[in-house]
């Protein structure tokens, strides 16, 4: 059931925002909408995600109405403020939205399309597991004007599966990207390496076969052993082994160099896209720093430096709903050197990278020292830009240390 919220200030029970809170009507908003159901929870997820003997009182089929109460309010309270602007991207995440009838998806983006709007050319995605694609899922979701599917392949060798508890069969991710296609969406794959068991031929299997598929773009996430997960527990009793450090430094190194290879660009440490267009605009958006709306339970919304969260489960959230409440559990403004730190760890992670001129002293002059180590790209820091080389991704946190110091 995912990992506690942070803690916070309290958040009001009618959701306003603070009045010294400036909206750019010219910033980009986006869309993120939470749906927490899962069939089996995967050993290695630390999401806010429950199967069906979780939900304790929560009705999966009444989620889609409460989703659009909690638009209803969002649009409420920007409104209040003069600041309701359409939305330039929509994502579904989870979880797994696709086990929502598509009905219920289509209903809550058309209740994002009739309170703000969609901006022109609008990114709209999907995410799904490969084993609850079908094409008539995907014409629905094209028809109400979702543009791209984001399918969760992980790997493409049985055994590695397993270790991560999928439930889907390797076969199952080309007839999820063939409906994909056929409906005209984009499409991703997501990736995971360094699962317990996974060798660098068996890594090198799913890679090749990702590519195989021809996505227009290309997620690959090292795997993080997250406290309270089942595989945690696994690897403490001894019954499974850690990820290696080392080998999943090879790992990357063979995803990129295979993915440049191909034809795709790095744009973020863990992301790779045929072309600027087919790039993960939402997700972009995250680590850019501008602005979103998260709805659903355990959801993260952003407005002007100003983080609010929700409550964490599926029936807290629906009782706050039903109550005429705002679901928010807590919320934060982080202080200027954190937003500082933050934007740093953020930015410095996309191919932009982030300009010289925003670091302090300490962090310029660690530059230098960087550039000799193979860290960050020479040429693009004399031009202004600190743009990390492949080691540089590698070792992305210790770059960050060094030029917040």
């Not at 304790?56 to 003069?82: C, F, K, P």
């Amino acid at each position: 059931m995912g990992s506690a919220l942070p803690l916070g200030d309290p958040a009001p029970v009618d959701g306003a925002l603070p009045a010294d809170i400036a909206i750019d009507p010219d910033r980009d908003f986006g869309v993120y909408i939470h749906v927490p159901f899962c069939r089996v929870r995967c050993g290695y997820c630390d999401f806010n995600t429950y199967t069906s003997d979780e939900l304790r009182g929560a009705r999966q089929d009444a989620y889609a109405d409460e989703v659009r109460r909690e638009i209803d309010l969002s649009r409420e309270v920007l409104a209040a403020r003069g600041a309701l602007r359409a939305a330039s991207t929509v994502f579904f995440g989870g979880g797994t939205p696709t086990l929502l009838p598509p009905g219920d998806l289509t209903r809550m983006l058309e209740s994002i399309r009739d309170t703000f709007g969609l901006a022109d050319g609008a990114e709209i995605t999907v995410e799904a597991n490969p084993d609850t694609v079908t094409p008539a899922l995907t014409s629905t979701l094209a028809e109400a004007g979702v543009t791209r599917l984001s399918i969760g392949m992980q790997s493409s060798v049985p055994h590695v599966l397993a270790a991560l508890d999928r439930t889907h069969e390797p076969a199952a991710v080309a007839t999820a990207v063939h409906a994909a296609r056929a409906a005209g969406l984009d499409v991703s794959v997501d990736l995971i390496y360094g699962a317990p068991g996974e060798s660098i031929d068996d890594w090198r299997d799913s890679v090749e076969s990702a590519i195989a598929l021809q996505p227009d773009h290309i997620s690959a996430y090292a795997l993080i052993i997250e406290e309270g997960t089942k595989l945690a527990r696994q690897i403490r009793r001894g019954e499974l082994t850690a990820p290696d450090d080392d080998l999943q430094a090879d790992m990357y190194e063979f995803v990129d160099e295979s993915l440049a290879g191909a034809g795709f660009d790095w744009y973020e440490v863990s992301n790779w896209a045929r072309g600027d267009a087919h790039r993960s605009r939402h997700n972009l958006a995250y680590w850019r720093g501008t602005d979103w709306w998260g709805y659903g339970p355990g959801a993260h919304s952003h407005i002007d430096g100003l983080r609010w969260w929700n409550v964490k489960h599926p029936a807290a959230y629906a009782q706050r709903l039903a109550g005429g409440e705002s679901p928010a559990a807590a919320r934060e403004r982080p202080d200027v050197a954190a937003r500082r730190l933050e934007d740093v760890l953020l930015r410095s992670r996309i191919v932009e990278g982030i300009a010289v001129s925003e670091l302090t002293g300490e962090g310029r002059h660690a530059i230098a020292a960087l550039i000799a180590d193979g860290l960050i790209d020479g040429a693009r820091a004399v031009r202004g830009r600190v743009v990390l080389t492949r080691r540089g991704r590698l070792l992305a946190d210790a770059v960050v240390r060094a030029l917040t110091a």
